[in-house]
């Protein structure tokens, strides 16, 4: 077999990666805990995240687990590519207000259902003991695009909440054992937001506001290996609060509906709309059971609680007071089980299952679809040879069914947003990913 010399791949590595940073920080990926996402484009998508904090095979380690770093030597690289794609719709129940109409919602996520992601993750080993890292990609979001009329317009027609990391990391080799990582979360969020005015006569108005920020955080990582073939992983990454300031722009609106929106300084205002990304705690195992089977399993928390005001919209156009809504969510937990297995010396087939619980009590906001998820991951490795491998995968995430019943304070013809009943049906989304891996 032909194999590139090592200097021509570095070259194609750097190029390769910085075509994909681009990308990745420009892109968000759908929900898993929350709309927190373990999985970007790397091996991790195959076995549905199982072993998240101590598999560390790869470079994807300064994401999941700086500690784990002091397991390579030389340098490592790793881009991992993604595509998203799901046929989440909405189905009214007939129970909504008539006035707001039966118009689908047509294929909620990204553009038509396909939504991109990836990362960029370097390893760099400065002596036996001391490893160096940095990580860019997208680890917060998503991004929903209804149809112009359907039912909920006045809830939502278009949003997009993204959060992007760059991650320099540390980790330090303790023991022989024991291993401590750290990394430097700079996190970029970006927020836009359209929803659907009832003007009460003629078509509607619309309110659009957008805005991009920086956020502060950190997280912290420790792996234990109590044999060669076993090793323990937990990591702490710590909340990072988003204080979006967006313009609130009102197009469309009628004379009377202006009129009171210029008088409560509503219209070109700054609104302040905080989000806080929650901190998580995660921990992990991997366990090799022979030289063919290894076992992965992980158990895991989010603080969904502190997540903040998100949905955007005028409750009654008689009285405009308010346009941001606490959404009152709950601290979700995750649990994995996960499987690798060497068919041959450069194949490994990957295998996991996970869950995690629903951070919404009851029913969903259309602003944020999604609840607890089953998910389930396969996948294959191939190392090709010493300095180069290449991996594909599959995870699909099931989210059955998410009802909603929005009761509005004023009905459609007095000019508030009317009631929206129905659910999502199914709820599924498959993630399909490529990475490939280089050392150096």
């Given at each position: ?6 200097s021509r791949r570095a070259k194609q590595a750097l190029l390769a990666a910085m075509t994909i940073t681009v990308g990745a920080l420009a892109s968000g990926n759908a929900i898993a805990g929350g709309i927190i996402v373990y999985e970007v484009g790397t091996e991790d998508v195959g076995l549905a995240a ?135 979360n700079a996190m970029y969020g970006y927020l836009k937001n359209e929803t659907g005015i009832n003007n009460i006569v003629g078509a509607d108005g619309k309110l659009s506001m957008s805005d991009g920020t920086w956020g502060w955080g950190g997280n912290l990582g420790l792996m234990y290996e109590a044999t ?197 049906d199914k709820i599924g989304i498959l993630y399909m990913s490529a990475n490939f891996n280089w050392k150096f």
């Open positions: 077999m032909n194999h590139f010399p090592a199982a072993g998240y904090a101590a598999r560390a095979q790869d470079a994807t380690t300064v994401l999941t687990n700086p500690a784990g770093m002091v397991r390579f030597d030389g340098t490592q690289v790793q881009l991992g590519t993604q595509l998203l794609y799901s046929d989440m719709k909405f189905s009214n129940s007939g129970a909504s207000s008539p006035a707001l109409g039966n118009i689908g919602s047509g294929n909620i996520i990204g553009d038509n259902g396909w939504f991109p992601g990836g990362g960029l993750f370097l390893s760099y080993s400065v002596s036996p003991d001391l490893k160096l890292g940095l990580a860019a990609t997208g680890t917060f979001g998503s991004s929903l695009n209804y149809n112009d009329n359907w039912a909920g317009r006045y809830y939502a027609q278009q949003a997009t909440l993204i959060g992007a990391s760059l991650l320099p990391s540390i980790a330090f080799r303790v023991t022989d054992k024991l291993s401590l990582g750290a990394s430097v060669p073939g076993t090793r323990f992983g937990l990591t702490y990454s710590s909340q990072v609060k988003l204080d979006f300031e967006p313009e609130a722009r009102f197009s469309g609106t009628g004379p009377l509906l202006t009129a009171l929106l210029n008088a409560r300084g509503l219209n070109r205002t700054k609104i302040d709309l905080g989000i806080t990304v929650p901190q998580q705690v995660m921990g992990s195992v991997f366990h090799t059971v022979n030289d063919r089977l290894a076992l992965l399993g992980n158990v895991g928390w989010q603080q969904w609680s502190k997540f903040g005001d998100v949905e955007v919209g005028i409750a009654d156009i008689n009285n405009p007071t308010s346009l941001t809504t606490n959404l009152n969510f709950k601290d979700t937990w995750h649990a994995a089980l996960g499987a690798q297995y060497r068919i041959s010396e450069p194949w490994r087939l990957n295998l996991g299952v996970a869950y995690d619980s629903a951070f919404q009590s009851g029913n969903v906001t259309p602003i944020l679809p999604t609840n607890q998820g089953w998910r389930f991951g396969i996948g294959g490795q191939n190392q090709v040879d010493k300095t180069f491998g290449w991996g594909l995968a599959a995870e699909y995430i099931y989210g059955g069914t998410g009802d909603v019943n929005k009761q509005a304070t004023l009905p459609v013809l007095l000019g508030g947003r009317g009631n929206l009943v129905g659910s999502y």
